[in-house]
């Protein structure tokens, strides 16, 4: 394979497992609220279910010797399969059971896609197709955010939005799917392996990994209610679903931008992500309106993808044996860890403070005490 087809590959993978997988429950939130009855806390921990589900993905990824090219095939098809039984159930347990699992599936086409992918690009020296693919996240986001917007306009209700996106995951699963076949990680001495499950992890590391996790709990709060925000700002209309696009528009631009940069400006790339993308979470806090869930939209959409990528690089850069798969693990369990507290938290300070305002603070502030510890780490 060339390293185009690996890159439209993973996005492809990408836009089914995590613009579908993980984000189509953003749009589709308000619109459960008001055609099932789901309450603001009800959706927090539903987000939390798939959130947790992330988290032990992520877990699991770390120790797995799968093939990787096999859970990534399994990550597509449930990811379709549990899209498509969300529209299929109306009882919270088993919607909490299924966004549960759609997190794993997630989490691990992430994962073993992204180690995948990365090891293919660099053999191939295709690097540069790196932004290319990691957009599939963006592409998704916009892919089923608009799907949601044309829906719900044409008076569909969730039950049957949800429908829609899992038949249209399991298509996309299906075309993807020979991308995948017969490719597999190619075999590493065990004492390799071995130093890579130890040597790497110094302190520099682990500020990498808890940094991570900062950027899970900054993130996830616009990412899980800013379509809500937008409506509280706006009303309810078809306006107001057309901020969640944004989103994805933003999150594809970025990691095509961030593809071209040098070797030497990946890592200020890197750290300058987490202050731009406090600034358009604290956004909405400051000046609330249309402009600021804009703003929020563009920067959080963008620097989202940007640190996915550019961290999965600085991961990969790391990984002393060229084995990126366990480091690549452990930050994104840091990330959900981070996001499993993000949508519960700002759940609870709505109830209490009315607003959104105390958790985008906290939020923000976070994000920069990310950034400031990674600056104050010496370049390698």
Not at 95 to 107: H, I, N, P, T
Not at 241 to 246: A, D, F, K
């Amino acid at each position: 394979m060339t390293p185009a087809r690996f890159a439209f590959a993973f996005l492809a993978t990408l836009a089914v497992a995590m613009g579908v997988g993980r984000f189509a429950f953003t749009p589709l939130l308000p619109i459960m609220q008001a055609d099932a009855g789901l309450s603001l806390t009800g959706g927090s921990w539903l987000a939390f279910a798939n959130y947790l589900g992330y988290l032990v993905g992520a877990l699991s990824a770390v120790w797995l010797h799968a093939p990787a090219h096999r859970m990534v095939r399994a990550g597509l098809v449930a990811t379709g399969v549990l899209t498509l039984a969300m529209g299929l159930v109306n009882a919270f347990a088993l919607w909490w059971l299924l966004r549960f699992l759609g997190g794993v599936a997630s989490a691990w086409a992430l994962v073993f896609g992204s180690a995948w992918l990365l090891a293919r690009l660099a053999a191939a020296g295709g690097d540069r197709w790196s932004g290319v693919a990691f957009s599939g996240v963006g592409v998704g986001v916009v892919g089923s955010g608009a799907i949601c917007a044309a829906l719900a306009a044409a008076s569909f209700n969730s039950q049957q939005i949800w429908i829609a996106l899992g038949l249209a995951s399991l298509a996309a699963a299906a075309i993807v799917w020979p991308a995948y076949e017969g490719v597999r990680v190619a075999a590493q001495n065990p004492e390799t392996v071995a130093a890579d499950r130890t040597a790497h992890w110094d302190f520099r590391t682990w500020v990498l990994i808890v940094a991570y996790g900062s950027f899970g709990f900054g993130y996830i709060i616009p990412g899980t209610f800013l379509p809500v925000m937008a409506r509280d700002a706006l009303g309810a209309g078809f306006a107001s679903t057309l901020y969640w696009p944004l989103f994805g528009v933003a999150a594809a631009a970025s990691t095509v931008l961030c593809s071209r940069l040098g070797p030497g400006r990946e890592r200020p790339a890197f750290i300058g992500s987490f202050f731009a993308q406090a600034a358009g979470v604290v956004a909405p806090a400051i000046a609330p309106g249309a402009a600021s869930i804009v703003l929020a939209n563009l920067l959080v959409g963008a620097t989202a993808m940007s640190i996915t990528m550019l961290g999965m690089k600085q991961a990969r850069l790391r990984a002393r044996s060229g084995n990126a798969a366990p480091l690549m693990g452990a930050m994104t369990a840091s990330f959900g860890i981070g996001q499993l507290s993000g949508p519960v938290f700002a759940g609870y300070a709505v109830e209490w403070a009315g607003s959104f305002t105390p958790a985008l603070w906290c939020a923000a502030l976070l994000l920069a005490i990310a950034g400031i510890a990674l600056a104050m780490q010496r370049d390698q």
